[in-house]
């Protein structure tokens, strides 16, 4: 190791001690209260979406992996150009620059997680009806058209990332992001999300992803969530 990269290396270390004293914590906790950033609360009770995703599973990923993005983001935005937006204009201010991936990727998973909670309910799923039914039939020809092709995306996002229904115009269609990335970043319109992270799905499911997919489709897309996403 050179002295340049001891030094960066031993800036970054005392960076992140810096993020864990409770000095910081301090003054993160006063200046995020003023932040439009924060974690709401899960739209139902923590074992609604039972048997489909325990109750367990919802006390990890919702209080630890959402919180924790959460927490990372109201810490890292403080005294940045950042301090005072929301989390979508946070993403669309970041987006596609090197040197704010942490702030990307910890706002946009806070995005993606908020949203994957609405995109579910107990006694979901099945054929939608209505608006966002006719919209699926008009841009996929079936509804059995638009499982085949969720479910493909669902299964073959290689690793971390998520499925998503999106609108582009006036045509829905089907597409996957891989780790944090989100939708909104090419102007595309997010309907509805399921998250194939391994961490979503392992408790109950272990390596089957394909059982989860089947479960989201069958018994909790919250279709009146994606209706009421519908632009134009
Ligand atoms: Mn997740």
Redo the contacts with the bound molecule.
């Keep these: 190791m050179d002295r340049r990269d001891f030094l960066k290396l031993s800036l970054s270390l005392s960076a992140a001690a810096f993020l864990e004293s409770p000095g910081f914590r301090f003054i993160s906790q006063a200046a995020a209260a003023d932040s439009p950033v924060g974690q709401p609360p899960l739209p139902y009770s923590r074992d609604a979406l039972e048997p489909y995703i325990s109750g367990r599973t919802l006390e990890f990923?919702y209080g630890k992996?959402?919180q924790t993005y959460v927490d990372n983001i109201r810490k890292l935005i403080i005294g940045t150009e950042y301090a005072g937006l929301s989390l979508k204009e946070i993403i669309l201010k970041s987006s596609g620059n090197p040197n704010q991936t942490a702030v990307f990727n910890n706002a946009a998973q806070s995005f993606n997680?908020e949203f994957y909670w609405k995109s579910m309910k107990s006694g979901g799923g099945g054929e939608p009806k209505g608006r966002i039914g006719q919209a699926i039939d008009k841009s996929f020809g079936s509804h059995a058209q638009f499982e085949k092709e969720f479910s493909e995306a669902a299964l073959t996002q290689f690793g971390s990332g998520w499925a998503w229904l999106v609108q582009d115009g006036t045509v829905l269609k089907v597409i996957k992001t891989a780790n944090a990335d989100t939708p909104m970043t090419r102007g595309w319109v997010p309907l509805l999300t399921l998250?194939v992270?391994e961490?979503?799905y392992y408790l109950d499911y272990q390596n089957r992803r394909g059982d989860y997919i089947r479960a989201y489709l069958d018994h909790l897309i919250n279709w009146s969530f994606a209706e009421s996403n519908l632009a134009g």
């Design positions: 990923h992996h959402h997680h998250d992270w961490h979503a």
